[in-house]
Structures are given as C-alpha cells and as structure tokens.
C-alpha cells in the first residue's frame, strides 16, 4: 500500500485554520506508521530487561543478605503492582504531555531505580528501588503503551501490530535472560543490575529522536484510515480523566470479566512462572543457567505465539481465542510439577515450547475487546485492566514465595494457578459481544453495555 512520505505542508481548511493535511508530492512505499511501530519494539525490548531479572535475584539475595523468599518476593509484587496500576495514568498522561516525553522519563526512571539497588544493603532499600522506582518507570512503559500506539498509527492491522509490539517484552526477555541468568551464576547480581540500567538509558535517544506522537505530526493518515485525523488538543487532567473513565468502565459488566481473566493471566505468568520458575527448578537439582535458558525458549516461542494471536485476531472471535488460551495454560500448569528435574528432558522441552505459545497470547484479543466495549477511551480502559493483571501478579509473587517457604514446595501454587485458568476460561465466554465503536480523533467516555 502507498502512503505519504513524511513531509506536510500547512493549509487552510474548512475543518479549521492551520490544519495540517497530507502533502501530494513525493510518495514512499512503507508508511511512516510501521517505523514508529519498529521504535516502539525496539524500546519495549530496552525497557524489558528489568522483566528478566526479579527471578535470578532471589536465591543470590536471600545467600547474601539472608532475607526471605516473602521479603524479596515482596519487593517483586510492589514493582508488579505499580507496574499495572501505573498504566492508565501513563496513558492518560501520553494524552497530554505526548508519548515521547512519558516514554523517555519513565526509561530513566527505569535506569535510576536498578542502577541504585547496588548500594542496598537493607530489604527497605529493595523495596524502593526496584519496587517503587522501576515498578513507577516500567508502569509507564507498559502495555498501555503500545495500545496508545496502535491506536493512533494504526486503523488496519490492528490486532497483528499489537501481538508484535506486545512479543517485544518476549523479545527483551530473550535477548537478556541468557546474559543476566550468566552473570548472577558467573560473578554477582550487581552487574546484572548495572546491565538493565545501561540497557534502559540506552534507548532513550531513540525514542526521543526518532518516535511521533501522532500521524498529524508529520501530516500523515493512520495506516488505513479513509481520511486524514487531526491530531486532538492536549488533554489537561490526566489523572482526572483517568479516574473518570475507571468510574465509567466499572458500571459495566465486560470491564469486570476482562479485569478477572486478566488478573489470572498476570497470575499464571509474570507472577508465577517468571518470578518463581528459576528458583523452583533450582530446587529440583537444575542450574540456574540452565532454567534461565528455559525461560529465554519461551520468550522465544512467545514471540510466535502473540504475532500469531494478532493475526487470529483479526480474523476470529476474540472471546473464544481467549477461552483457548487460558484452558490451554491452565492444562500445562497442572502437569509441571510432574516435569520438573535437575535435567532438561524432552517432556519439560515440550512444556516450556507449549507455554511459550501461550505466554501473553491473551493481549491481542483482549485489547480488541477493550476496543470493542470502549472506543476511543479504551487505551486508559486497557490500562486498568492491566492493572488487575499485574495486581493478580503481584499477589501470587508474594504468595509463592511465601508458600516456598511455609511448605518447602512450590507445588500448591501451580495446581492452584491451573484451576484459576480454567475459571478464566469460563469467564471469557460470557463476555457479551457488542459493535465495534468507531474511534474518533478525540476522546469520548467508556459506555456502559
């Protein structure tokens, strides 16, 4: 499809004075969309370094400071928690001050909390620096963010654009695991931390360079839409707004449904299996690199499975995507306990590629529900159902560490995260299906369905 290049020339319109529209000359063959799609990939995966790191720091932290697997599970949660909770004000945020300003203050914010954690010496410390700071900064850079970035780039390929900026956290967490995983086995946790901080500074000069706040900025269409779309003004009260349309969703009853199963899938994921896995197998006898590595495979499968999700997505009914997701991980939960050794074997393999697929699988069509059911307002929406996610995440982070430690097995924790997928299931097919609303240039408020 050809699209515009980038350059615009001001014009007076009908639609009002000043009003950018796109200029007729030179044409290129990749709309300017699919490059601001590629910086906010390569960004995510900046940022998901500190996503690969709670796991590999519990056994060294509890070694070397002598605190519990609750204490250091604790910190993980806070950072869980105010990772999801932090979402719908970033992206209410974005609406007001732009996504560059939010992306690149919410990466160095990233970088001071890791950065800082090499000096603690007491469990109150972690829970500042990488609960309270990097939880505020990774927030920032949640999902909500690339849901603001779909939403405004993009009319057309929607769904697939979402499963691959959404694999970029996989993507991240494959690039950097291998490396952490090595250096906390090799020489200490502190240039693991080091690592993240660097790896979250790095990018951004890309962001602040190279990413757009909106088609209008450079008198481009979205990707597919029939029209040019003004940029909107400046939205003043992030916060209010952001309120105001939790205020708005919770009248309805799909926010619920969609805030529960997501709750489950920050539970079964990055509560669960990504904070507890490494030290789980290491119980069993298995190296930390070598769980480490297991891990990276399914960053590596979980690519494939969310870009595919995307495509489904645009092709399928989402709640039933949905409901086979979570039946499908609720399955391969209920029989790792059984696989777990101090060896990799073909069955274990078998699980992490199967789990992988099914990782964040769940994202695209539920951002397309969210879309559904919200309109224009459902990037904030999506934010607060992110935030149940990484709620639900926190709690089992915290609740597996403390179930480690009062029964000396992590096996409770993942029969019970099984039978939780399967109540998630459930839940996803009786979300009631509702036209989708058509998003104006502007923002409206959440309806009730």
């Given at each position: 499809m050809t699209q515009t290049s980038d350059a615009a020339a001001t014009v007076r319109r009908p639609g009002g004075p000043g009003a950018k529209r796109p200029w007729r000359g030179r044409r290129t063959p990749v709309h300017r969309a699919w490059f601001v799609a590629a910086v906010?990939?390569?960004?995510?995966?900046?940022a998901a370094a500190f996503r690969s790191l709670p796991g590999l720091l519990i056994d060294p932290l509890h070694q070397e400071f002598g605190w519990s697997r609750g204490t250091v599970g604790a910190a993980v949660s806070v950072n869980l928690a105010l990772y999801g909770l932090t979402?719908?004000?970033?992206?209410?945020?974005?609406?007001?001050?732009?996504?560059?300003?939010?992306?690149?203050v919410a990466l160095t914010v990233i970088a001071l909390g890791s950065g800082l954690t090499v000096f603690m010496t007491t469990a109150w410390q972690l829970l500042l620096c990488w609960g309270l700071l990097v939880g505020l900064g990774s927030g920032s850079m949640a999902l909500a963010f690339a849901a603001t970035v779909t939403n405004r780039w993009f009319t057309e390929r929607r769904g697939l654009v979402t499963g691959i900026l959404t694999a970029a956290s996989a993507s991240g967490q494959l690039i950097f695991l291998p490396v952490l995983s090595w250096m906390?086995?090799?020489?200490?946790?502190?240039?693991?931390?080091?690592?993240?901080?660097?790896?979250?500074?790095?990018?951004?000069?890309?962001?602040?360079?190279?990413?757009?706040?909106?088609p209008a900025d450079v008198?481009?269409?979205?990707?597919?839409?029939?029209?040019?779309?003004?940029?909107?003004?400046?939205v003043t009260g992030a916060a209010r707004r952001a309120l105001t349309v939790l205020a708005s969703a919770v009248r309805t009853g799909p926010f619920w449904l969609l805030a529960g199963t997501f709750a489950i899938c920050g539970a079964s994921t990055n509560g669960l299996v990504q904070t507890h896995f490494v030290p789980a197998a290491h119980d069993h006898g298995m190296p930390i690199t070598a769980a480490a590595s297991l891990l990276a495979v399914i960053g590596v499968f979980d690519v494939v499975g969310t870009v595919a999700s995307g495509w489904f997505t645009d092709r399928f009914e989402p709640r039933r995507l949905l409901a086979v997701y979570y039946a499908l991980r609720g399955i391969s939960l209920l029989f790792l306990p059984m696989l777990l050794g101090p060896s990799v074997h073909p069955p274990m393999v078998f699980f992490i590629v199967f789990y992988g697929l099914d990782w964040v699988a769940t994202v695209p069509p539920t951002l397309a529900l969210c879309r559904e059911q919200y309109?224009?307002?459902?990037a904030i929406v999506f934010g607060w159902v992110l935030a149940s996610h990484q709620v639900g995440a926190a709690l089992v982070a915290f609740l597996?560490?403390?179930?480690?430690?009062?029964?000396?097995?992590?096996?409770?924790?993942?029969?019970?995260?099984?039978?939780?997928?399967a109540a998630a299931a459930l839940m996803a097919l009786v979300i009631r299906r509702r036209p989708e609303i058509p998003?104006?240039?502007?923002?409206?408020?959440?309806?009730?369905?």
């Open positions: 906010t990939f390569v960004t995510i995966i900046g979402a719908p004000f970033a992206a209410a945020l974005m609406d007001r001050f732009g996504i560059r300003r939010v992306v690149a906390v086995e090799t020489y200490d946790w502190r240039p693991a931390a080091v690592t993240v901080a660097l790896a979250a500074l790095a990018v951004v000069p890309f962001v602040w360079l190279l990413l757009r706040d909106h008198g481009l269409k979205p990707y597919g839409a029939p029209e040019f779309v003004p940029k909107p003004p400046p309109g224009a307002d459902s597996g560490g403390v179930a480690r430690d009062v029964f000396g097995s992590y096996d409770m924790v993942w029969y019970a995260s099984g039978t939780l997928c998003q104006p240039g502007t923002a409206g408020s959440a309806q009730p369905a």
